[in-house]
């Protein structure tokens, strides 16, 4: 099915004060949302709160900075909790400082993801601080079809990523950050999509909100020297590209 709206691939719903006033302004700014969640007792309680919306999708996620604390029982609900879910997130690895020492109990967890949840039914939005190499390897292997969230890592890997068919969401924080022009132009432009990360992802000291998301595609506009119109259009197009695999 073919959307018209932007998408913001990746947001913290539940994070938000108000998470009911916050889809409701993206909802009367055409935006769509996918709410990712870190442990699949956040995607039960968020999917009970929300009931049914045309224009939000609940993911299901095991967040590697929680790997540490997830028995076999979370992994036994992530699997029989998928089935009714349209995206997996967030997943993925950590090695930064925060996530060194958990780095085994990350990969287990990554692992079965990658290894269990049926192929080419869930578009995935991974999370690869400090991990990017890992991460790509990993995906590639698992022909998975995945956006690298908030990516942070080296350019020269940027390739080697899509190489492996894999997209990435940039977020108005990334647009501010000094790699964000070199990083724009080694990312292809149809492998682009859009997130707000929020509201951990900050705007001049306020939380990111996806009725915002056109703000990240005038940036880009203005990087791909094109405008505003032009811009949503690719990257809607890319959307409907991505989630097609599915
Ligand atoms: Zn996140």
Redesign the pocket.
Known sequence: MTQERLLDT?C?VSAYDDPVAMLGAAEEAGIGVVA?TEDPDEYRRLKTRLGRREHVDVAIGL?PLRAASFGPNDLARFFRLLPQAKWIG?VGLDFSRAGAGTAKAQQKVFDTVLAEAPRGHHPLSV?SRGAEKEVIQKLAEAEAQAVL??YTGPLYLVDEAVKSGLYFSLNIAMTRSRKFASLVRAIPRERVLLET?GP?AKVQGRAAHPHELGDVAEVLAQAWGTDIREATKAVIANQNRFLAKS
């Open positions: 990746h913290h990712v967040h967030e999370h969230h908030w990360d951990f």
